[in-house]
Every structure is written in structure tokens, then in C-alpha cells.
């Protein structure tokens, strides 16, 4: 069974910024007969709100308040509060994760053959966390992956050699060199307005978001906004 975190957020929760107290939110006109949640990520689309999607660039901010349909119907205008400074910090849930189990390891290496990736190095650089078994609660980096064979080398040793029981989550899609998520990372994409895709290329820097600190316990991203309206 996979890891389910005890705690996730609704959203893009606005936790500050980073020249101190986050300026206060913005009017801006919504797209109207739409649905819009406090937390969630949004550009502009033909100078109204519009919900923020994967691949998102130039994005506006993030729904300060919640308006339903019946508060934005088509027959008017209306206007709703986004928190819109580039530099407000946010923290939001991520999904879409490898959610795996080991195979076998080393004190220094967790092998998974079920990875079915064959390219050396495509994780180099990746979180990895083990929620469950020997090894759990180490949050490694890995250093070096060897396609042939499936292993995983990480940075500093494990607490515990890892085993079938083992259960571990990393971060990132591995396509390519590069497309792994870790705190710095700059280029994460979202999955949709309110969740961080954890499975997505980093895209060599072009996605909206830059990744702060990562909380496996609680499956969350601290981010700022990269591609920001006010910024690109």
C-alpha cells in the first residue's frame, strides 16, 4: 500500500515571503461561470483569472479567497483576491511520486528493479525518503544511478541496509539527466491548480515553480513561483 501522508494542504497555502510580512492581495476580474478555491495557482487568460495548469509560464498568483459560480456568474463581473507578489513563499502538496518498495541494497545503495529505466545517471541528483522498514526515515541524495542494474547510490550511508521491506518514495521522472526534483530545484511543474506534480520533468529549468525544502513525512513542496507574470 502506498505512503499516505497525515496532513495535506488545499492548495498553495501562503506561509510568507521573501522580504518578510507578504504584501496583502490584489483584485483582479475572474473568468466568469468558474469555480475558484483559496490556494489555487492561477494565471491571466485574456486579462481575466484563470485556473493555472500544467506547463503553466507567466502565472499570476494564488486565489486568496474561494468563489463559487454562484458568487462569479457569467451575467457579471467579477472580481476575487489573488496574492500576486513574486516573492510570496508557498507550501503545497505533491502527487504522482514513485511509491516503490526495494528489491535489495547496501548500506550505500537501494536497488529496485521494478525502476524500468535503463539510462545511467537519469537520477542522479533525486530525493529519495524511506517511509517504512529498515532504513526509515533516511532522506538521501542520490548520487549515482546505473541503469543495467537498477541501483541506486545515495550520498551518505543508510542507517540500515535496505530490504524487501523496505518502502522508499523519490521524486522526480527521470526521463532525461536532470529531471529530478530537490530543494533548489528550478523547473517543477504542477499537476493542476492545487497540486505539485512529483513525477514531472524538470524540464531544464523551464517550469513555474523552484522548489525550497521538501516534507516527505506530510508530502509537500515549500516553492516560490519562477514563472511569474511579474517576473518572466
Not at 149 to 169: G, H, N, R, W
Request: glycine share 8%; with cysteine; aromatic share 8%.
Amino acid at each position: 500500500m502506498a505512503y499516505t501522508a497525515p496532513r495535506t494542504t488545499q492548495g498553495f497555502e501562503l506561509i510568507g515571503n521573501m522580504f518578510g510580512p507578504a504584501p496583502n492581495p490584489n483584485a483582479y476580474i475572474l473568468t466568469p461561470n468558474t469555480d475558484f478555491a483559496k490556494g489555487d495557482m492561477v494565471v491571466l487568460t485574456n486579462g481575466m483569472v484563470a485556473k493555472a495548469a500544467a506547463n503553466a509560464t507567466n502565472v499570476l498568483g494564488v486565489m486568496a479567497m474561494s468563489y463559487s459560480k454562484t458568487a462569479n456568474p457569467s451575467a457579471k463581473q467579477t472580481m476575487g483576491l489573488v496574492y500576486d507578489n513574486p516573492y510570496n513563499i508557498y507550501r503545497c502538496s505533491f502527487a504522482d511520486h514513485r511509491d516503490a518498495a526495494a528489491t535489495s541494497g547496501t548500506t550505500t545503495t537501494l536497488i529496485d528493479t521494478q525502476l524500468a529505466t535503463s539510462a545511467d545517471d537519469v537520477w542522479n541528483g533525486a530525493m529519495l525518503w524511506i517511509y517504512e522498514g529498515p532504513g526509515a526515515g533516511d532522506v538521501r541524495i542520490v548520487k549515482d544511478y546505473t541503469g543495467a542494474t537498477d541501483i541506486l547510490t545515495v550520498e551518505e550511508p543508510f542507517t540500515a541496509t535496505p530490504t524487501t521491506s523496505s518502502k522508499y518514495i523519490l521524486l522526480g521522472e527521470a526521463g532525461a539527466a536532470g529531471d529530478v526534483i530537490f530543494p533548489g530545484a528550478a523547473g517543477v511543474d504542477l499537476k493542476d491548480e492545487n497540486t505539485i506534480d512529483a513525477n514531472a520533468a524538470n524540464k531544464d529549468g523551464d517550469g513555474p515553480l523552484a522548489v525550497l525544502s521538501i516534507d516527505f513525512p506530510n508530502l509537500m513542496m515549500t516553492v516560490i513561483v519562477r514563472e511569474h507574470l511579474y517576473n518572466a
